[in-house]
Nanobody, 124 residues
Framework: QVQLVESGGGLVQAGGSLRLSCAAS????????MGWFRQMPEKERELIAA????????AYAESAKGRFTISRDNAKNTVYLQMNSLKAEDTAVYYC?????????????????WGQGTQVIVSA
């Protein structure tokens, strides 16, 4: 049974930082592309960052470039999202997701498994 469990969300002031973690089990983690998505109220889920199975390749949404960093530790079956310089508009539920197909796809439909999400609230 595949499980993706996010943690690290919470309430932070604008300009602050948070580090999200996603612990994976039940899959061959080092063969999966991992992505972080977010969903704001009444908006579609969007890809924020993705990382290749080896960790060599990364992709970011424009809104995340320069502020967010995705990384992974294949020994720990965990993917991270370091978020700095947070803004009120970063408030959302953040999800991690995995897929075995290649490519850092931005389409959620291409991902096979999802976590339950972790809430991030950035106060202005």
């Amino acid at each position: 049974q595949v499980q993706l469990v996010e943690s690290g969300g919470g309430l932070v002031q604008a300009g602050g930082s948070l580090r999200l973690s996603c612990a994976a089990s039940g899959l061959t983690f080092n063969k999966c592309v991992m992505g972080w998505f977010r969903q704001m109220p009444e908006k579609e889920r969007e890809l924020i960052a993705a990382i290749s199975s080896s960790g060599v390749s990364r992709a970011y949404a424009e809104s995340a470039k320069g502020r967010f960093t995705i990384s992974r530790d294949n020994a720990k079956n965990t993917v991270y999202l370091q978020m700095n310089s947070l803004k009120a508009e970063d408030t959302a539920v953040y999800y991690c997701a995995s897929k075995t197909s290649p490519g850092l796809s931005g389409r959620g439909a291409n991902y096979d498994y999802w976590g339950q999400g972790t809430q991030v609230i950035v106060s202005a």
